[in-house]
């Protein structure tokens, strides 16, 4: 079977590089509390910002449909351009009275809707240019978006004056609105959908690219915990991050020079075949028969896959239009997914404020707790599918997120107590849950609907972020300003105790729901695709074949 060239891998890396960069709202619960008082808002205010963001979430279907039609770096362009406007405008104009709270929401949900049209390109570079092993390249790409809030706090922190004092909320708004489109500039190249034709095995750089994020993981962990001890600058921090960082960019170029030495020794080879033949010929002896055993175990291999693939059923049904929405599936899919990730992604939204109550000063640090261990999480999933995969099987999504949810549940109960060592443990279990299920989410939707129509089926599946953002955020506020009395600030533990309390329970049920989906699709889900099955195979066949 085909493998990834040394050009599908530098799509790869542009994707992981876009990932990086594109939670800029991801960093919103570390200068809240400062626009809140900037603006003079309320709590329930300040959480309809917060779903702003993700409010631009329901209209992430069209960056979906002009993937269909438009190159994918040109959509990137598009999804980095909104993020340049709605921030931009409110680094340039936070400090004036013009600038209305209703002009701060839509210029938020504008950005919001950006990040969609950069999500489509990474996750349809994936798919298409790794075959067989899209999944585990869509899980280590997205896996570094739960870098995003540790990528900017510790730029913001590691410029000297940048967000001093009054002017965190603007030094975030301006990182958030210039590192997207500068990242996309740069990567804009790479982002194209090349025929995958290379007959060389690339497992040798997933287990190289394995090695690179564990390292780049490690360091964002050690950084959150040296930033609490100060026992590491932020300026070494961020240093030692971008080298991290800019290393896969490594594999690529190793690729590009062994498949430039095999293009060399393949001329020679034929070279001295043909120099070989004139020889017999001219001599009058035996003629040179060469024979390309791997064109004749492809020959015998395509064969006999027409015939298994004649015998069996596609794995799952393509899915898309108005009939995604009449299946049960995919409302079970919907609401188990609102009440665990999305439950997750509001949790963390409300970081900064839920450390306001409890009287935490650094609240970049717990921000930065949780992008570290989303970042794991996120990329836990791809393990799994690449040892999972040399086995020829693969483990059900679906399956994969009920299990997820079950201790994220426990954490929040967990939070009920008032202890500091409790938040920080149970922001770690949800920020790693949340982030896993983020990322299987991505493959559940091919699993489930299959990839045809991927682009837009996944875009209308996330539009439970904003509805629950919506639901679950005005309830934390509404708690959070009864529990203020009048005031624009509550503390104590209480001020989340029914919070974590319903929350728990919301997610109780999201597991039963998960539970439920995974009975009806267990089907098909847990098998290869045709083409990973294949591959699986492959090495037998030529066994055989040889014999």
């Not at 915990?225 to 190793?254: D, F, K, N, Q, Y």
């Not at 030495?261 to 120099?275: A, C, G, Q, V």
């Not at 839920?354 to 640090?365: F, H, K, N, V």
Request: proline share 3%.
């Amino acid at each position: 079977m085909p493998s990834p060239s040394s050009a599908h891998w530098l799509s790869l890396v542009g994707s992981i590089w876009l990932q990086t960069i594109n939670g800029p709202n991801a960093d919103f619960p570390v200068y809240s509390s400062q626009l809140k008082d900037l603006k003079h808002i309320t709590q329930v205010q300040l959480n309809f910002l917060a779903f702003a963001s993700d409010a631009g979430k329901l209209f992430g279907w069209f960056s979906g449909v002009a993937a269909l039609y438009l190159p994918l770096w040109l959509v990137a362009f598009v999804g980095a351009a909104f993020g340049l406007v709605g921030y931009g405008v409110q680094y340039l104009f936070l400090d004036s009275a013009g600038l209305r709270y209703w002009h701060l929401f839509l210029l938020t949900s504008l950005a919001g809707n950006g990040i969609c049209w950069i999500n489509t390109v990474c996750y349809l570079l994936c798919i298409r240019n790794f075959g067989a092993s899209s999944r585990v390249a869509v899980s280590l790409a997205t896996s570094y978006l739960g870098l995003s809030a540790k990528v900017y706090t510790s730029l913001a922190e590691s410029i000297p004056g940048l967000a001093a004092g009054s002017n965190k909320a603007r030094a975030y708004l301006l990182l958030n609105a210039v590192v997207p489109m500068l990242v996309t500039l740069v990567v804009a190249p790479s982002l194209r959908v090349v025929d995958l034709r290379s007959a060389a095995s690339t497992d040798a750089a997933f287990l190289v690219m394995f090695a690179i994020t564990l390292a780049t993981g490690a360091c964002a962990v050690v950084g959150s915990i040296g930033s609490t001890s100060r026992g590491l600058s932020s300026r070494e921090h961020v240093i030692s991050l971008s080298v991290l960082l800019a290393t896969p960019i490594l594999i690529p170029l190793a690729l590009r020079i062994r498949e430039s030495l095999n293009k060399i020794r393949e001329t020679k080879r034929e070279n001295r075949i043909h120099d070989l033949g004139a020889e017999d010929a001219a001599a009058g002896g035996t003629v040179v028969v060469v024979v390309d055993v791997a064109a004749a175990a492809s020959d015998a291999e395509s064969k006999e896959e027409g015939v298994a693939t004649a015998a069996e059923k596609p794995p799952q049904e393509e899915v898309g239009g108005l009939r995604l929405l009449r299946k049960l599936d995919f409302w079970l899919y919907f609401f188990s997914y609102m009440f665990s990730g999305t439950l997750g992604l509001v949790f963390l939204n409300n970081l900064g404020q839920i450390a306001e109550s409890r009287r935490l000063g650094q609240t970049s640090t717990l921000v930065s707790l949780s992008s570290s261990f989303g970042f794991f999480g996120r990329l836990l999933p791809s393990f799994l599918d690449y040892y999972s995969a040399k086995s020829g099987y693969s483990i059900s999504r679906t399956g994969s997120m009920a299990c997820l949810m079950a201790p994220m549940s426990g954490a929040f109960f967990l939070l009920l107590n008032s202890s500091d060592f409790f938040l920080y443990l149970s922001t770690a279990v949800i920020g790693t849950c949340t982030g896993a299920i983020t990322s299987v989410a991505v493959s559940a939707t091919s699993e489930l609907f299959g990839t045809k129509n991927f682009g837009v089926n996944h875009n209308v599946v996330v539009t439970n972020i904003p509805v629950g953002s919506l639901c679950f955020g005005y309830f934390a506020a509404y708690l959070y300003q009864r529990g203020a009395r009048g005031s624009h600030r509550c503390f104590g533990a209480l001020c989340y105790q029914e919070t974590f309390v319903v929350w728990g329970a919301t997610c109780a049920v999201g597991t039963l729901l998960c539970a439920v989906l995974y009975a009806r699709s267990r089907s098909f889900a847990g098998r290869l695709p045709a083409a990973a099955r294949t591959s699986s195979t492959c090495l037998a066949r030529l066994a055989n074949l040889a014999r």
